[in-house]
C-alpha cells in the first residue's frame, strides 16, 4: 500500500483573486503588534485550542512534530513563572547582559519586571524535543527541532492575531525553570514563553516601523 494520498485540500485562485488575498492578507497582518499591556479579560479556551491546532500543522523536519504547547491559566502557576522570569531577569539587567544589548533594549523600555506574566490571560510555553521516546522506550531523533518549532510559533503567533487577541514573546534565559514548574520531561527544551490576550486599555506600543521590501527581499 502507498504511503501517499491524493491532495485534496489544495484550492486554486485565478491570478486577480490571489493578488486580492495575498494583498488583504498582508493589510491584515501588517496591524499586529508585540504588546505589553494587558488586559485580564478572559479569552475562551476553544479559541486558544484552535489557535494551538493551527501552529500543529506547521511544516516540519520528517513530519516528527517536535513541540509541545503548554498554555497554562492557572493564576498560582502564572505567579511561579513570573517570579522565576524576573529573577532570570533582575541577573540579566544587573550585569549578565552586555552594554550593547542592553542599548539595543533601551528604546523599548524594558526592564526586569514582568507583570504581564500574571495579568494576560494565557501564558503559552512552547517546548521543543531534540528527540522522542518510543513506547519500549527508544529514542527517535527529531530533526530541525529548532527550525520547526520557530515556524510553528510563527504560525501561532499569526492564528492569535487572527482570532483578535495580542501577543509577546517571552524568553527569559535561561529557561530551565519552565520544565520543573510545568512538568515537562528533560528531553524538552523551553522554547519560548508567548503571552496571550487582550490589550488594556490605553495600550502603547513603540513607535518602530518595518523595513520596506527592498530591503528584506531579492527577485532574481
Known amino acids: ?13 485565478d491570478p486577480a483573486t490571489m493578488k486580492t488575498r495575498a494583498a488583504e492578507f498582508y493589510a491584515q ?14 479569552v475562551p479556551r476553544e479559541v486558544i485550542a484552535d489557535c494551538i491546532r493551527a501552529a500543529g500543522t506547521a511544516p516540519n523536519g520528517a513530519n516528527l512534530q517536535p513541540w509541545h504547547f503548554v498554555a497554562v491559566s492557572d493564576p ?3 505567579r511561579r513563572i513570573r517570579d522565576a522570569a524576573e529573577e532570570e531577569e533582575r541577573a540579566f539587567y544587573n550585569g549578565k547582559a552586555p552594554q550593547e544589548w ?3 533594549l533601551a528604546p523599548l523600555g524594558t526592564d526586569e519586571r514582568k507583570p504581564f506574566l500574571e495579568t494576560a490571560p494565557y501564558l503559552i510555553v512552547i517546548f521543543a524535543a531534540s528527540y522522542g521516546e518510543l513506547p519500549d522506550g527508544r529514542k527517535v531523533k527529531h530533526y530541525y527541532a529548532q527550525e520547526s518549532v520557530g515556524i ?7 492564528a492569535l492575531h487572527h482570532a483578535g487577541l495580542v501577543s509577546l514573546t517571552h524568553t527569559p534565559s535561561p529557561m530551565g525553570f519552565l520544565n520543573e514548574i510545568l512538568g515537562r520531561p528533560a528531553r524538552e527544551r523551553p522554547f519560548l514563553i508567548l503571552v496571550v490576550g487582550y490589550p488594556a486599555v490605553g495600550a502603547t ?11 528584506i527581499a531579492t527577485f532574481l
Not at 500500500?1 to 485562485?13: C, E
Not at 510553528?152 to 499569526?158: D, K, N, P, R, S
Not at 506600543?205 to 530591503?215: A, G, M, Q, R, S
Open 29 to 42: 497582518i501588517r496591524r499586529r503588534r508585540t504588546v505589553r499591556d494587558f488586559s485580564d479579560r478572559p
Open 102 to 104: 542592553l542599548d539595543a
Open 205 to 215: 506600543v513603540p513607535d518602530i516601523t518595518k523595513k520596506p521590501l527592498d530591503e
Open 152 to 158: 510553528a510559533t510563527g504560525i501561532l503567533i499569526t
Open 1 to 13: 500500500m502507498s504511503p501517499f494520498v491524493p491532495l485534496t485540500g489544495y484550492q486554486a485562485f
Open 76 to 78: 498560582a502557576i502564572k
